[in-house]
Structures are given as structure tokens and as C-alpha cells.
């Protein structure tokens, strides 16, 4: 397996513009969490599903992020309209039989 | 209110020496912790882990100790190389339906040849 597979792996917007973040998690993985990681609060659970069914999504920011998952083997993390404080480095990571497992991260830039 | 607190922001060790990275949690529900550890670029990795039945897990020259009591628990690196050198996040569960982690905010170590 691939293992996890985030897109883009760098994105650079303006503020108020749109922002669509992609995963792609390990087939057969059950649990798929999106995590945000900044220097001052570290890694931060924002969401995660359970057989594409939301479970926890008290970690959002804000009504401006939206997290679907249409199907098993992929899910979005949206903010609409964003703003430069969302600069931060996106993890997806999934959960299942081979354990905990990580993608390689978005790495948000808002100007 | 972080529940897993990683107080140092980063430490440095000589090759060859001990790395000590240490860890605190306030949830008493917490019963499986973590260390993962982080290249920059790239996603965390599994490090480490421990069950709260144990005080001790080792592997290879990773040690992690817990302390129920205290509600500590610290990483020993032994002897450290300077291929170590990353963001070492420690991580905490309770087990049950769910397998949601709660991380720290990471400690960067650096390893000087």
C-alpha cells in the first residue's frame, strides 16, 4: 500500500479564496482523523470519521472548515473563505489493522 | 486546556549521550500513550508506545517509562545519534470505541556530532 496520500502537498492562497484539502487513507482503515499542526498548539484533531461517518468534529476552528467523506477511500478538508491565522501544516492520517498512520501533510500558506 | 503537555519546546544532546524527553497528561481516563517522531517534510511516525499495565517498554535504544501516579511519562534515547534529530510528539488514548489521540505539541531534539 501507498500508505496515507495527501494533495496538494503545498498550497498558497489568498485570503478569502477557497481551500480544498485532499486524502486519500490506507485502504481498509476504518478511522481517517485530520489533525492541524502550529508551533504554539501542536498537532490538534479537528475531525474524524468512522466508516466515513463523522464522529468528532468539536476540534473545527470554525464554521469556515468544512471535512466530508463520500466514501471509504477518500475525504476533504474545506475552509471557505480562509483566512492567513489557517496557515498551519494539515495532517490526514488513518487507523486500522496496520496501526496509526500518517500522511505527508498539506502545508497551508494564506496571504 | 492541553490535556498532553510537552512543557520543553526543544532540547540538545551530544552524540553518543542520553536524550531524556519527557511528557505530562492530566486525563486519568488515558491508558495507551505514544511517542511518535518527526521529520520535517514528512508525516509523524510511530515510535514507541506503552499500555498503562506497564512501566516500562523498550526497543532497541528507545526506552519509554510511565509514571500512572504522577501522570508522566518520558522517552530515553540511549545512545543518541545525530540521525535523531526531529520533533518527538508524545500522544495519548483510552481504549474503546474510538482510537482518537491526543497529542502534545511536540519537543524538537537535536543531536550535535
Known amino acids: 500500500d501507498a500508505g496515507v496520500i495527501q494533495s496538494p502537498r503545498h498550497e498558497v492562497t489568498e485570503m478569502g479564496q477557497e481551500v480544498t484539502l485532499r486524502c486519500k487513507p490506507i485502504s481498509g482503515h476504518d478511522y481517517l482523523f485530520w489533525y492541524r499542526q502550529t508551533m504554539m498548539r501542536g498537532l490538534e484533531l479537528l475531525i474524524y470519521?468512522?466508516?466515513?461517518?463523522?464522529?468528532?468534529d468539536s476540534g473545527m476552528p470554525e464554521d469556515r472548515f468544512s471535512a466530508k467523506m463520500p466514501n471509504a477511500s477518500f475525504s476533504t478538508l474545506k475552509i471557505q473563505p480562509s483566512e492567513p491565522r489557517d496557515s498551519a501544516v494539515y495532517f490526514c492520517a488513518s487507523w486500522g489493522n496496520y496501526g496509526y498512520t500518517f500522511g505527508s501533510g498539506t502545508r497551508l500558506t494564506v496571504v | 486546556d492541553q490535556q498532553v503537555k510537552q512543557n520543553s519546546p526543544s532540547l540538545s544532546v551530544q552524540e553518543g549521550r542520553i536524550s531524556i524527553l519527557n511528557c505530562d497528561y492530566t486525563?486519568?481516563?488515558?491508558?495507551?500513550f505514544l511517542w511518535y517522531k518527526k521529520y520535517p517534510a514528512e508525516g509523524p511516525t510511530f515510535l514507541i508506545s506503552?499500555?498503562?499495565?506497564?512501566d516500562k517498554n523498550e526497543d532497541g535504544r528507545f526506552t519509554v517509562f510511565l509514571n500512572k501516579s504522577a501522570k508522566h511519562l518520558s522517552l530515553h534515547i540511549v545512545p543518541s545519534q545525530p540521525g535523531d534529530s526531529a520533533v518527538y510528539f508524545c500522544?495519548?488514548?483510552?481504549?474503546?470505541?474510538?482510537?482518537?489521540?491526543?497529542f502534545g505539541k511536540g519537543i524538537t531534539l537535536s543531536v550535535r556530532p
Open positions: 470519521f468512522n466508516n466515513n461517518v463523522p464522529i468528532d
Open positions: 506503552i499500555s498503562s499495565i506497564k
Open positions: 500522544a495519548a488514548s483510552t481504549t474503546g470505541a474510538n482510537s482518537k489521540l491526543t
Open positions: 486525563n486519568s481516563m488515558f491508558d495507551y
